[in-house]
């Protein structure tokens, strides 16, 4: 994996991804709030294990990822952890400490998706949510500016 530095404009985030730009994203309209992760999802990715681990979701995104395309991103170093809590922010829910993130951009880049995944301390994932990606934007957008860390662009995944 290559690391990326978070201080990437936020156009370059959104090229990480091949999404179209869209500044006025749905913040003000009501942002998708982190979704915690269904039942169905830790049977389909959690082989002996009790939850969905950064290991097992990792091979569902590959193998998403070799169906739909896109490109796989895994948030590490602090950028994990100020993603999830300026996310929180901006759908004004209580902060959660995560180890990582992970998130699989898909589609055309003018309706592209990004399934998100947030990792706890445990290692296990804590939520999926499926945002467009105009969302995911306006929230890297709005932590971009103070941020330190790493971002790896999962082509080596």
Do not use: Y
């Not at 990715?45 to 895994?74: F, L, N, P, Y």
């Not at 180890?99 to 939520?127: D, Q, R, W, Y």
């Not at 990606?133 to 890297?140: E, F, K, L, S």
């Amino acid at each position: 994996m290559r690391p990326i530095g978070i201080a990437l404009a936020t156009a370059s985030w959104a090229a990480i991804f091949g999404l179209h730009m869209q500044t006025s994203a749905a913040v003000d309209g009501g942002l998708t709030a982190p979704q915690p992760v269904n039942p169905d999802f830790i049977k389909a990715t959690a082989s002996k294990a009790a939850c969905a681990t950064v290991a097992s979701v990792t091979e569902k995104m590959q193998a998403d990822r070799r169906h739909v395309g896109g490109k796989i991103v895994e948030m590490t170093n602090g950028v994990d952890q100020q993603f999830a809590d300026q996310w929180r922010r901006l759908t004004k829910l209580p902060p959660v400490h995560v180890k990582i993130v992970l998130a699989h951009g898909f589609g055309p880049a003018s309706n592209a998706l990004v399934e998100t995944v947030e990792f706890g301390e445990n290692g296990c994932a804590l939520t999926r949510t499926m945002v467009d990606g105009d969302t995911w934007i306006a929230i890297v957008d709005a932590m971009v500016a103070g941020g330190s860390g790493e971002i790896s662009e999962g082509q080596s995944i």
